[in-house]
């Protein structure tokens, strides 16, 4: 995976999710924000919305923010949830939002928690192997095989 230094805007991003988490969380229904700054320099905010039968990521409420607002490419996204002490912290974007993400903004840095660190990297590092239907690759998928092992 390629890890990118952070920098003061990506602290700035994390504030400004957190801020949106602060204001709407509920237990149940907001358990998520995140911030995407956009190449405009804009950010688009979004939340996690929850019933009993359908979530919502906030990465992907805040990626449609940027579509809506006409944002050409999203340069840094950040997810975040509060931790036991009711702090904002970094959360990792599940399968869907990373899929969403490599399909939309496969070159933007999302920062992620690394153990504990948090650290960032390339959207489409996060999701090696994406979905693809068979026509929508340059190869072909060969049957099943048993393969012999050589090492």
Same mark, same amino acid.
């Given at each position: ?57 906030? %990465? ?18 950040v997810a975040v949830c509060l931790g036991e002490t009711g702090i904002p912290q970094v959360t990792n974007p599940c399968g869907v939002c990373r899929e969403l993400m490599g399909a939309y903004c496969? %070159? ?26 068979? %026509? ?16």
């Open positions: 995976m390629r890890f990118v230094d952070l920098d003061p805007s990506d602290l700035a991003l994390f504030a400004r999710a957190g801020e949106v988490l602060r204001a709407s969380h509920h237990a149940e229904r907001h358990q998520v924000a995140a911030a995407m700054l956009g190449t405009s320099g804009r950010v688009h905010v979004g939340l996690h919305l929850g019933s009993r039968r359908v979530n919502v990521c906030a %990465e992907s409420s805040a990626l449609a923010s940027a579509r809506i607002a006409d944002e050409t490419g999203i340069v840094t996204a496969p %070159e933007a840095r999302v920062l992620l928690d690394v153990q504990g660190e948090v650290r960032k990297a390339v959207a489409e590092d996060l999701m090696p192997l994406p979905w693809l239907r068979p %026509e929508e690759t340059s190869w072909t998928v060969m049957a099943p095989a048993l393969r012999k092992r050589t090492d």
